[in-house]
């Protein structure tokens, strides 16, 4: 099967630092890059889409210059959390498509201290 | 409104048992998505369906369009079976997630 992979896996920050998050498709080429988020408890909420070399379109509800997504490359995205708040403390996940299947990253946990 | 709705929300089984986990939706999808989620949050896709039946190992998916409904079974269910199992639908070019069914196999 597709192989997908995010770095880190886990990252805990200050409140006000930025963390960068990579998704890489080591198989396939990702033509569709979905970030997701989930919160304790609940369901994945999509954050964000982008295709690559596209700007990425936003969901209701999600800053784009909070969250900035880089689609550079076919099998590679990156999801920069800026000046990170503790509310910003979440399982963020990236779900590559090849425009047949989507994938799902492992995750990355993120705590904002 | 939600457009996806998964059922039971936890569900706790002895080891052996079958299990079956529900997913309906509300509009015409063009695939659904079974997946599985571990505690620490690794998600893994365990089965992409448009129509009928997939099975790989003791996993069972169905869909039917019709009715607008899924069910994922689980046969001989084991301890490391524990996870959530979500459902997730495309509809558009969009994903909508179910919320989820904790599962629990005791030994």
């Known amino acids: 099967g597709a192989v997908v992979s995010q770095h880190p896996s886990r990252v805990i920050c200050k409140s006000g630092t930025s963390v960068k998050i990579e998704c890489r498709s080591l198989?396939?080429?990702?033509?569709?890059m979905f970030w997701y988020r989930q919160f304790p408890k609940q369901s994945l909420m999509l954050m964000a889409t982008s295709n690559e070399g596209s700007k990425a379109t936003y969901e209701q509800g999600v800053e784009k210059d909070k969250f900035l997504i880089n689609h550079a490359s076919l099998t590679l995205s990156t999801l920069t959390v800026t000046s990170a708040h503790p509310e910003d403390s979440s399982f963020y996940i990236c779900?590559?498509?090849?425009?047949?299947?989507?994938?799902f990253g492992p995750g990355t946990r993120l705590l904002v201290l | 409104k939600n457009e996806v709705e998964q059922s039971p929300q936890n569900l706790t089984a002895q080891e052996g048992e079958f299990i079956t986990i529900n997913c309906s939706y509300s509009v015409g999808i063009s695939a659904l998505h079974w997946l599985q989620q571990h505690p620490g949050g690794g998600i893994v896709s365990l089965f992409m369906?448009?129509?009928g039946k997939k099975k790989h190992g003791r996993l069972i998916a169905t869909i039917n369009i019709q009715e607008k409904h899924s069910s994922l079974h689980i046969t001989a269910s084991h301890p490391r079976d524990s996870a959530v199992y979500i459902c997730a639908v495309i509809i558009g070019n969009q994903f909508y997630f179910g919320t989820g069914t904790s599962l629990t196999v005791i030994p």
């Open positions: 779900g590559p498509a090849d425009g047949v299947t989507q994938y």
């Open positions: 198989d396939f080429q990702a033509t569709t």
């Open positions: 369906l448009s129509s």
